[in-house]
């Protein structure tokens, strides 16, 4: 049972462009998502995360936005760069442990 | 500050041994979780550890076992080794629980295990 489905397993975007990485959850009481960036050999990064009373962060190139109602939320990249090439997981939060995604390999070609 | 450091980086062993791996986190964090990566799989959560006591398991057979020490260290066993096990085993700290504010999980390098 995937409680957090990342359903795109790859997107490509030009460089400049807004890339936009999607993330759906099933479980209504997690409060708290987070983004990680990952690149090969190396451990996941903490990117953005949001809380549930909030719909939107933002942090410099980075916004995630939180539709609660639909349970989804999403990370925009703008402008895209190609060292934002990397796999992208989110992750969900409700008590003690986090629930990521299956990741989206984030292509950004110039 | 040191990061996360996971040991070995690299590591073949046969299907039937067991394996030992091992996660130093950051200094001051308290809870240490293991996730283990496969293509198409994602992260997936085996346990958390808080204070030496196993807080949360996630949907793995009990060959896959762990522990925390007094310092914060931990160490993930797996027995009977089966070629399915064949992964990228990461470790992740972070000074509290996770969920909530400050849950941001520091993760380690990860050691990549393979079953032959």
């Known amino acids: 049972d995937q409680q957090v489905k990342q359903n795109s397993p790859s997107l490509s975007v030009q460089e400049g462009r807004i890339s936009i990485l999607n993330c759906d959850y099933t479980?209504?009481?997690?409060?708290?998502f987070l983004w990680y960036k990952k690149y090969p050999a190396e451990g996941p990064t903490f990117l953005i995360s949001?809380?549930?009373?909030?719909d939107k962060n933002e942090d410099g190139r980075f916004t995630v936005f939180l539709n609660k109602s639909a349970k989804h939320l999403s990370l925009h990249i703008v402008p895209s760069q190609p060292g934002d090439s990397a796999v992208y997981f989110c992750a969900a939060s409700g008590t003690d442990k986090l629930i990521f995604g299956t990741g989206t390999r984030l292509q950004v070609f110039p | 500050k040191a990061g996360v450091t996971q040991t070995p980086r690299y590591l073949i062993k046969t299907r039937g041994q067991q394996v030992t791996l091992s996660c130093s986190p950051i200094s001051g964090h308290r809870s240490v979780s293991w996730y283990q990566q496969t293509p198409g799989q994602g992260l997936q959560f085996l346990f958390e550890?808080?204070?030496?006591?196993?807080?949360n398991k996630g949907n793995f057979p009990g060959r896959f076992s762990g522990r925390q020490f007094s310092n914060s260290r931990s160490e993930m066993n797996v027995s009977t080794l089966e070629l399915g096990d064949s992964a990228l085993y990461l470790c992740?700290?972070?000074?509290?629980?996770?969920?909530?504010?400050?849950?941001?999980?520091?993760f380690g390098q990860g050691t990549r295990l393979t079953v032959v």
């Open positions: 949001i809380s549930s009373i909030k």
């Open positions: 479980n209504s009481m997690f409060d708290y």
């Open positions: 992740a700290s972070s000074w509290a629980a996770t969920g909530g504010i400050s849950a941001e999980a520091f």
């Open positions: 550890y808080f204070s030496e006591t196993q807080r």
